[in-house]
């Protein structure tokens, strides 16, 4: 029979769980006028190594006009300053940041016109060169991005522009910059906690179809924390906070969802419950609604680990989580709905992969795929807030239904 602990088919479609380097783009280049001077012997022909001299002078200047009107612009401001013109600014956005990025410590992956920005084996941000040569990029969530620019601020906390164009163009070149010496990761930095926002932070969960003793729960275990503006789900590894997203519970935040800086996703956020099953879902929401769907079918709700996206796999390779997978009888990957046919078979196969990674550290669970009905929802989360719906309007019917009509004496 299907269900949370049940056995199903390896992928549940619609079970029912209640009953993005490209090459460099062209440069215009000057045109490079050789005239010859006048007067005895300076043709340019008049002497063995003439001709030879005036090409070499030519190409010269050509190489010089070659490079990036950027680069013009950032050695001047370094002797005093100048501002960036109209062609400067375009100029900036085609500065291949792919060196950049590999100076900051990420991997790259080429995946068609687009390029995978990865730390360690999860994919954080998607880089394009468009066709007009001009670099954009977005964060692994879809809610923020922008130019090259934009994201030397975002890898390296730079602020001014010309600050951001000088890393572009690899530093100061007059004074090279020796490769810093390897630090110790450092955990992100966890805002203190807002009584106010928990109040809200509550009441959105509510709204969410999360129960309050699933609330609690996930409060006193350190899973959920609140800030003012948003919900924050915790990841841990010895003690110590190392994982941490933020949920905003705004309805018109610019970012709706983010992790904190330091964040390290192998360090997965775990909803404690039932070690011999397993669920490994998208999001701190999707965890809480899990454990709301185990209590109304009377189970003892399963341990939830918080993937972070269909893209990750580094959790997979954390002792504390191989462990408990090894020792699971049941582990299930739950997929999401996506906007359209392309983006579903690049999430489903990356579904695939978390799940075949599964079945290499425990070869005797039963390992299987599940995602809602196109109609129930994207994600588990929405499934569970589905349910509750579609079951509160059945009762709202089955009480109109009971109710007699009136006796009227004629």
């Not at 935040?253 to 669920?279: F, V, Y």
Request: proline share 5%; glycine share 10%.
């Amino acid at each position: 029979s299907s269900g949370i602990f049940g056995k199903s088919p390896e992928t549940n479609t619609g079970g029912d769980i209640e009953n993005t380097r490209c090459s460099e783009p062209s440069e215009s280049q000057s045109m490079v006028k050789n005239s010859s001077s006048s007067g005895s012997g300076s043709n340019s022909n008049s002497s063995p190594g003439g001709g030879w001299n005036a090409r070499f002078k030519a190409a010269s200047a050509k190489a010089r006009d070659k490079r990036s009107s950027v680069d013009a612009a950032v050695g001047a401001s370094n002797t005093g300053g100048t501002k960036f013109n109209a062609r400067d600014l375009q100029a900036t956005k085609q500065i291949d940041p792919l060196p950049f990025i590999e100076r900051m410590g990420y991997s790259i992956k080429k995946d068609g016109r687009h390029f995978s920005i990865r730390h360690g084996k999860d994919e954080a941000y998607r880089l394009t060169c468009k066709p007009d040569g001009h670099w954009v990029w977005v964060d692994k969530y879809g809610s923020h991005g922008g130019d090259n620019i934009d994201l030397v601020r975002e890898l390296s906390g730079l602020d001014r522009f010309i600050d951001c164009v000088y890393e572009l163009n690899g530093g100061l070149r007059a004074t090279p910059v020796p490769m810093p010496i390897p630090v110790a990761p450092k955990p992100p930095r966890i805002p203190p906690e807002s009584s106010t926002g928990r109040m809200a932070g509550r009441m959105y969960l509510n709204d969410r179809g999360i129960s309050d003793s699933t609330i609690n729960h996930a409060e006193q275990s350190g899973f959920l924390r609140y800030l003012a503006d948003g919900l924050l789900f915790v990841g841990y590894q010895a003690g110590k906070i190392w994982n941490a997203t933020k949920r905003s519970i705004m309805p018109d935040a610019e970012i709706p969802k983010r992790d904190l800086a330091g964040s390290d996703k192998s360090k997965s956020q775990i909803l404690e419950g039932n070690l011999e099953s397993i669920w490994i879902v998208e999001g701190g929401i999707d965890a809480l609604a899990v454990h709301d769907i185990a209590k109304r079918q009377g189970k003892t709700p399963p341990t939830v680990i918080v993937s972070g996206g269909s893209c990750v796999k580094s959790f997979l390779e954390n002792s504390e989580i191989m462990e408990k997978i090894r020792a699971a009888r049941l582990v299930v990957v739950a997929g999401e709905n996506e906007k359209n046919a392309e983006v579903q078979a690049k999430t489903d196969a990356q579904h695939e992969a978390q799940l075949e990674l599964v079945k290499a550290l425990n070869p005797s669970a039963q390992a299987m795929l599940w995602k809602p009905k196109s109609i129930m929802g994207s994600d588990v989360a929405d499934y569970n807030l589905n349910v509750q719906n579609q079951k509160q309007e059945q009762k709202e019917i089955d009480a109109t239904q009971k109710v007699k009509p009136n006796n009227f004496n004629m």
